[in-house]
């Protein structure tokens, strides 16, 4: 079994700054990593994931994260944020055998102002 | 990405009735579906996998016999809340996968606002 711990439930940031969502996991087996993005009374929306190759992973909307095997870390970047990304992040991890039934973490929100 | 239509996106039901919630893959055969609860400012619970043609799986602590689901179709799967309480109401979201192999992704629905008065 695996568990995703994100430690921050709320982040906030002014617009054009730097943040880091933190995300770690715990699991046995070797696992694929994501993050979603979630807005207000809707789905989920990959931002990206890491499935394996390059650690350092590129998703949509400038948002990138690196896998740290050692720290069992996927912290999600983004170097200037915008009030549009005001919304939920979700890590969540699967391991490699049932790939798509997803353990997400608590989520963290994301609030970007002027 | 694929498209994943879920359908409604809000419904409110009287307390003891029954409500049907659609999950359907567009362009792409389903042959998994995932659903998800998700309490106000939580994380997603999965509540069940069902497998094309097959029972779904449900989680433990999910009363399968008050969430009927059925994948009948490559494309469609629906989650039926039977009898439903306030306590059911909460944001339903299923997710759509195709066949298995490497780099599968799932991708999600947007989500069902029930809401049991």
């Known amino acids: 079994a695996q568990s995703v711990t994100q430690l921050d439930s709320q982040v906030p940031v002014f617009e054009e700054a730097p943040v880091e969502l933190r995300c770690n996991y715990s699991s046995s087996v070797s696992v694929y990593l994501f993050w979603y993005v979630q807005y207000p009374n809707q789905g989920l929306q990959l931002l990206l994931k890491y499935l394996s190759g390059s650690t350092l992973v590129k998703g949509i909307n400038g948002f990138e994260a690196e896998f740290n095997k050692s720290q069992t870390s996927f912290h999600l970047r983004k170097p200037s944020v915008h009030i549009s990304d005001t919304a939920e992040y979700f890590c969540a991890v699967s391991d490699t055998g049932t790939a798509s039934k997803l353990t997400f973490g608590t989520g963290t929100r994301l609030q970007v102002t002027l | 990405g694929a498209v994943v239509s879920q359908h409604p996106s809000r419904v409110i039901c009287k307390s003891g009735t029954s409500v049907k919630i659609e999950c359907r893959s567009l362009d792409f055969q389903a042959t998994t579906m995932f659903w998800y609860r998700q309490f106000p400012k939580q994380s997603l619970m999965l509540m069940a996998t069902?497998?094309?043609?097959?029972?779904?799986?449900?989680e433990q602590g999910v009363e399968k016999d008050k969430f009927l689901i059925n994948h009948a179709s490559l494309t469609l799967s629906t989650l039926t809340v039977t009898s439903a309480h306030p306590e059911d109401s909460s944001f339903y979201i299923c997710?759509?996968?195709?066949?298995?192999?490497?780099?599968?992704?799932?991708?999600f629905g947007q989500g069902t606002r029930l809401t049991v008065v």
């Open positions: 997710s759509a996968r195709g066949p298995p192999g490497v780099n599968t992704e799932a991708f």
């Open positions: 069902s497998n094309e043609g097959s029972k779904a799986t449900y």
